[in-house]
């Protein structure tokens, strides 16, 4: 099955710094691949997700890049803010299945 | 967007009642919803599918004479955690999935369970 590897655990930034965080998954049949974001007991929210036939994906502050080669895909988050403070989970899914294979995320703290 | 609702959002029962919660997809019918479950400082965990009209499908390590699925309308899921005790304290999120060539899933706001 899947496996998806995300780093690091906690990333802690100044605001205004940029955050980055990576993942890795192992199955080559996975082509679509979204980025949640959970606040503390509240639902992962969906805030940028990337297929396959696409290297790069931009929404204003964030980013998504995808290297089907390396199998890795990472978040970019520019100009942070305390509010983007979260924990950030990568995902990824295959085309024949609804169920996507869940990093085990990243905390982000942004500092104001 | 689709909107996914879950009942209650709060719940504390005690060791070796029952408890149930619902999952409903409030604009759109779902076919297929799944139910997660998330200790603190930890991933979602799959727990099992739910198909309307057959029987859900559990992950490996998840009980199913524990944990109880009904699926009965294709807005409705229902989990119900039986003979409940501390450990299955948790953070219980249901998702939905509109339709077959939409690969979001929607999450529902989630049901926070303690269990004393």
């Known amino acids: 099955g899947e496996n998806v590897e995300q780093h690091p655990s906690t990333l802690s930034v100044q605001e205004g710094d940029s955050a980055v965080i990576k993942c890795t998954y192992s199955d080559s049949a996975s082509n679509y691949f979204p980025w949640y974001k959970q606040e503390l007991g509240k639902r992962p929210q969906l805030i940028i997700d990337?297929?396959?036939?696409?290297g790069e994906k931009k929404d204003q502050r964030i980013a998504v890049t995808l290297n089907k080669t390396a199998k890795h895909f990472s978040l970019h988050i520019t100009e942070t803010q305390p509010e983007d403070s979260a924990v950030y989970f990568c995902?990824?899914?295959?085309?024949?299945?609804?169920?996507?294979?869940f990093g085990r995320g990243t905390s982000l703290i942004v500092h104001p | 967007g689709a909107v996914v609702s879950q009942h209650p959002s709060r719940v504390i029962c005690k060791s070796g009642t029952s408890v149930k919660i619902e999952c409903r997809s409030l604009?759109?019918?779902?076919?297929?919803m799944f139910w997660y479950r998330q200790f603190p400082k930890q991933s979602l965990m799959l727990m099992a599918t739910?198909?309307?009209?057959?029987?859900?499908?559990?992950e490996q390590g998840v009980e199913k004479d524990k944990f109880l699925i009904n699926h009965a309308s294709l807005t409705l899921s229902t989990l119900t955690v039986t003979s409940a005790h501390p450990e299955d304290s948790s953070f219980y999120i249901c998702s939905a999935v509109p339709g077959a060539t939409d690969y979001e899933q929607y999450f529902g706001p989630g049901t926070r369970l303690t269990v004393t």
């Open positions: 995902a990824a899914q295959s085309g024949g299945s609804y169920i996507p294979t």
């Open positions: 739910s198909n309307e009209g057959s029987k859900a499908t559990y």
């Open positions: 990337i297929r396959s036939n696409v």
């Open positions: 604009d759109f019918q779902a076919t297929t």
